[in-house]
């Protein structure tokens, strides 16, 4: 899958919710692409007091249910149309689900791509890989 047809699925996702007080999800939507072809998708929640779960994280949820773990293509994009790169957060939850993942293109803005492990210099883990 192209990287143009990604982007379209995570869009798509787009569903902007309120919740329960100062609660909101969909405003972020994500799709991976595995390494074995299959898509898997996910949205954000954002709650008060730092408790949510970020879009990317959602849809590794998804795929990891789905007994898959390397992820060939990962994107996420805000409700403006605008692509986010991961949190730092989300990177690291990326290169610890499957060591292949350190190979995983993610999309960042302007639809370039970048490889984790150059968003993760400097493994803290590097010693026991």
């Known amino acids: 899958m192209n990287k143009h047809e990604l982007y379209k699925i995570a869009f798509s996702l787009i569903n902007h919710k309120k919740l329960r007080k100062f609660g909101t999800s969909g405003h972020v939507g994500c799709a991976l ?3 074995q072809g299959s898509v898997f998708t996910g949205i954000c929640v954002d709650l008060p007091c730092s408790i949510g779960l ?3 994280q959602s849809a590794i949820a998804e795929m990891v249910k ?3 773990t390397a992820i ?3 994107i996420a994009v805000y409700e403006d149309g605008s692509i986010l790169s991961p949190c730092g957060r989300c ?3 990326i290169a ?3 060591d292949l993942n350190i190979e995983t293109r993610i ?3 302007e639809m370039k791509e970048v490889l ?3 968003l993760l210099p400097e493994r803290w883990d590097s010693k026991w890989n």
């Open 33 to 35: 692409e595995t390494t």
């Open 54 to 56: 970020c879009a990317e």
């Open 66 to 68: 789905n007994d898959e």
């Open 72 to 74: 060939n293509r990962i």
């Open 91 to 93: 990177r690291e939850f």
């Open 96 to 98: 610890q689900v499957d």
């Open 107 to 109: 999309m960042i803005p």
């Open 116 to 118: 984790l492990k150059d």
